[in-house]
């Protein structure tokens, strides 16, 4: 069974979309199977992997908003996964049509909130799956949650990211009701800039109240992501002897661990 992570802000330019894009090259480099599901309306993971004007076009079927679609309800769901130009990566890509089904109030919708867990046990064969979620807690980043076993927070240094961190925690919480199994797996800071006193504050601040739970690689904003994306290109893959892409690889490195450790701790238990 893949070991499945949703990354999980409800604010937005957290760089949930950034680190799922960049992860998955670094994963894929390191010999694993790698599926992004895009559970964002947004399609920004979409969008970096198969272009704007391709991912517009695409019909409910084909993206993740045929998980609930109820006219979709007998539909080959394995039309959802598709390869990409990358070994070892595969995408289930979104678009506007998942829009309409981002409701509020995701405990209210029977047994639909297993959507996304029933669609990664049946269709999924990989080692690893990345969700990318969109900037709230509604259905999408709920139906994420109760199919993962684990929870990434990105959170940029700063008073906009670090806003609403303990409806997150309580939605995890809320969340194992469902899937008794996920677990926070950490906060990876995100868009740093070591030089603004501001920044730095931020992260001191996050790291004495999360402690552990904080991981050691901090992502800056460097602008070797952003270039890299705009060529369609997971960073490890544009430029792998750039600081960002290191970086990048390191916090792989750190995610693998972490699970590694928590299935041991599981084993134990």
Request: aromatic share 8%; charged share 20%; glycine share 6%.
């Amino acid at each position: 069974m893949a070991d499945s992570i949703c990354f999980i802000n409800q604010k937005g330019g957290c760089g949930k979309s950034s680190t799922c894009f960049h992860l998955a090259g670094a994963f894929a480099a390191a010999g694993l199977r790698v599926l992004l599901i895009d559970a964002d309306p947004q399609g920004s993971t979409s969008q970096g992997l198969l272009g704007s004007i391709a991912v517009e076009q695409l019909t409910i079927e084909q993206t993740t908003a045929g998980l609930f679609d109820e006219q979709n309800f007998f539909g080959d769901l394995s039309k959802i996964i598709r390869t990409t130009r990358f070994d070892g990566i595969s995408l289930a890509p979104a678009n506007q049509h998942l829009s309409r089904f981002n409701s509020p109030c995701p405990e209210q919708t029977g047994m639909d909130q297993f959507a996304m867990r029933d669609f990664i046990a049946q269709q999924v064969e990989a080692d690893i799956v990345l969700i990318d979620c969109p900037p709230n807690l509604y259905r999408c980043s709920w139906n994420s949650m109760v199919a993962a076993d684990y929870v990434v927070i990105p959170v940029p240094p700063e008073d906009f990211g670090t806003q609403g961190l303990r409806a997150v925690h309580q939605a995890v919480l809320n969340a194992r009701k469902l899937n008794p199994d996920l677990r926070r797996l950490g906060h990876v800071v995100t868009r740093s800039d070591k030089r603004l006193l501001i920044h730095r504050s931020y992260e001191a601040k996050l790291r004495d109240t999360y402690a552990d739970l904080v991981f050691s690689t901090v992502i800056p904003e460097a602008s070797a992501f952003k270039v890299a994306t705009a060529c369609r290109k997971p960073v490890e893959y544009y430029q792998p002897s750039s600081v960002a892409a290191s970086l990048t690889r390191a916090l792989a490195r750190e995610i693998l661990d972490r699970i590694s450790m928590k299935n041991k701790l599981r084993h134990v238990a």
